[in-house]
T-cell receptor
Framework: KNEVEQSPQNLTAQEGEFITINCSYS?????LHWLQQHPGGGIVSLFM???GKKKHGRLIATINIQEKHSSLHITASHPRDSAVYIC??????????????FGKGTKLSVKP | GAGVSQSPSNKVTEKGKDVELRCDPI?????LYWYRQSLGQGLEFLIY????????KSGLPSDRFSAERTGGSVSTLTIQRTQQEDSAVYLC???????????FGNGTRLTVT
């Protein structure tokens, strides 16, 4: 079983729709990242969360530490939001700063 | 620009040859990370640098892989005696300090023929 599970794997939406991408994890974490990978391969860090909720423009990320779950929401979706969205967690034990564990990503296509 | 720069952007090499991949992090970023994304797979951690030292090399898949960082800046990932399974996009990321967001480069697409 993967330690980080994302759902759905693929998502097609119409422009303007509200979108939710989910991430569940099974380990103790110190932080969770949401990343956006563009069709050309470039990766942008959207959010880093350790609790609560963050908002940036039309993007909102929430995390529930007790339930080991995070969601990424996109309001008023647009075709330019089409990308792969990746959830990654940093483990919560004394050692590694480097060892992010990645979900397999959610491929989002927003149709005009 | 001020982003993380990786070179080359594409590299095709013959099986058995050595390759060097370069990462120029954002100036002032003390932490530097190498990741790998194989075709159809998720991202995989390789190695982490804090300054010039590598406290976490746990992701390097074999002793053919090595990396160094000099002057707290540029890092080089070296793959010796490349194999076809090394074909992947190699991504570098940096950040200024713990708790701050990662900034990714555009990656080097390595193809081993």
């Amino acid at each position: 079983k993967n330690e980080v599970e994302q759902s759905p794997q693929n998502l097609t939406a119409q422009e303007g729709e509200f979108i939710t991408i989910n991430c569940s994890y099974s380990v103790g974490i110190s932080a969770l990242h949401w990343l956006q990978q563009h069709p050309g391969g470039g990766i942008v860090s959207l959010f880093m969360l350790s609790s609560g909720k963050k908002k940036h423009g039309r993007l909102i990320a929430t995390i529930n530490i007790q339930e080991k779950h995070s969601s990424l929401h996109i309001t008023a979706s647009h075709p330019r939001d089409s990308a792969v969205y990746i959830c990654a967690v940093r483990l919560d034990y004394g050692g590694s700063q480097g060892n992010l564990i990645f979900g397999k990503g959610t491929k989002l296509s927003v149709k005009p | 620009g001020a982003g993380v720069s990786q070179s080359p952007s594409n590299k095709v090499t013959e099986k058995g040859k050595d390759v060097e991949l370069r990462c120029d992090p954002i100036s002032g970023h003390t932490a530097l990370y190498w990741y790998r994304q194989s075709l159809g797979q998720g991202l995989e951690f390789l190695i982490y640098f804090q300054g010039n030292s590598a406290p976490d090399k746990s992701g390097l898949p074999s002793d053919r892989f090595s990396a160094e960082r000099t002057g707290g800046s540029v890092s080089t990932l070296t793959i010796q005696r490349t194999q076809q399974e090394d074909s992947a996009v190699y991504l570098c990321a940096s950040r200024r300090d713990k708790g701050l967001p990662l900034h990714f480069g555009n990656g080097t697409r390595l193809t081993v023929t």
